[in-house]
């Protein structure tokens, strides 16, 4: 078989393995009726989403904020204020809370990036709660009462539906948009550079890349994605207040992709998948017995992580037998040299073109 022919092959069963994937998810809400367990799935996708957000900043660039809740606060907070005292038209808001998103944690995070380690982590728990705390005593946000979006019939153009599907399936375009924007990012120069500057920072400088620059551009990312997402979530259950910021939820956000794999892009959707459906049957059927056994659970899931398996479940993948399993049973993937050779010959054909 010559190297094209093989390429293709691989590519194509790769293809129809991630095409039944998605008919899968796009199937569930005609198979599944139970509104509670389209709400799950809801959840899977925007605190994934969330995930993925925390991710380009802690698992690609390594500066680990916990304050990535604060960012989906403002944001959240953005379209309920701005829909309600002017009436503007959701979708309209939804990039305006991007935008404002992104100029707060710019302007914040720009001077604490000579903080490395343990203080970045501290400053960003430090915003997290004083933004809480300025909206709990601001009369203008509402205080801790909060503030709600107005109910009424179903709109795609007001984002309002009664049903839980129209969210599912926004939730999962959603969550795609942001994997393939942040797949993307990871192959480009940006993703390369952010990179350099998690393995060694001093390293990245000596050969001309700004830390600075960057980590500002991955914080920016950061809270754009976090600011839909809290559109998102605003529209979702019409309703926010400040417990929205609490720390708990910034610790949400964070460990789908440590368990999944914070070097990997696809991390937080392999551990948003896992965690939260579980994390959601514990607390359905055991609160009762013991209340916060699902944070209970995140905490034990995180200390195993750490210490047997610092990469994550898709660090374990990548070196286990079902994945050789997969690559040459399943999707007859060619070798790295085959690759290599493809990849030569595709940068030979551009360069005469």
């Avoid at 400040?242 to 959707?269: C, H, R």
């Amino acid at each position: 078989m010559d190297i094209k022919k093989a390429v293709g092959v691989y590519h194509r069963n790769l293809l129809i393995a991630i095409g039944a994937l998605l008919a899968v998810f796009i199937a569930i809400p005609m198979i599944v009726k139970t509104p509670y367990i389209i709400n799950i799935f809801v959840l899977v996708f925007y605190i994934s989403t969330m995930s993925m957000a925390w991710n380009i900043l802690g698992g690609m660039t390594g500066q680990n904020s916990l304050g990535l809740a604060a960012y989906m606060g403002i944001g959240a907070y953005t379209v309920c204020l701005v829909v309600t005292k002017l009436n503007w038209n959701p979708w309209a808001v939804s990039i305006l809370a991007m935008l404002v998103t992104a100029f707060i944690a710019g302007v914040i995070f720009f001077p604490c990036f000579i903080l490395q380690g343990p203080y970045f982590t501290l400053v960003s728990i430090a915003f997290a709660e004083s933004m809480r705390q300025f909206i709990i005593n601001s009369e203008f946000f509402g205080r801790a009462s909060g503030v709600g979006l107005p109910f009424g019939p179903d709109s795609f153009l007001q984002f309002r539906f009664t049903s839980k599907v129209p969210y599912y399936y926004a939730g999962l375009i959603m969550m795609i948009a942001v994997y393939a924007i942040m797949k993307k990012i990871d192959n480009t120069k940006i993703g390369y550079a952010l990179k350099t500057i998690r393995e060694d920072e001093d390293a990245a400088a000596a050969i001309g890349i700004n830390p600075t620059k960057y980590k500002v551009i991955a914080v920016v990312i950061s809270a754009m994605v976090a600011g839909f997402v809290g559109f998102f979530y605003a529209s979702y259950i019409r309703y926010i207040d400040p417990d929205l910021m609490v720390q708990a939820k910034s610790t949400e956000f964070v460990l789908p992709a440590v368990v999944g794999g914070a070097a990997f892009v696809e991390g937080p959707l392999v551990g948003g998948l896992i965690m939260i459906p579980l994390s959601e049957f514990l607390r359905a059927n055991y609160a009762r017995v013991l209340p916060g056994i699902n944070m209970i659970m995140y905490a034990i899931v995180l200390l195993v992580v750490i210490r047997f398996r610092p990469s994550g479940i898709l660090g374990w993948y990548m070196e286990s037998k079902f994945k050789k399993f997969i690559d040459e049973k399943i999707l007859k993937k060619p070798s790295l040299d085959v690759l290599e050779q493809y990849e030569l010959m595709n940068y030979g054909s551009r360069k005469e073109a």
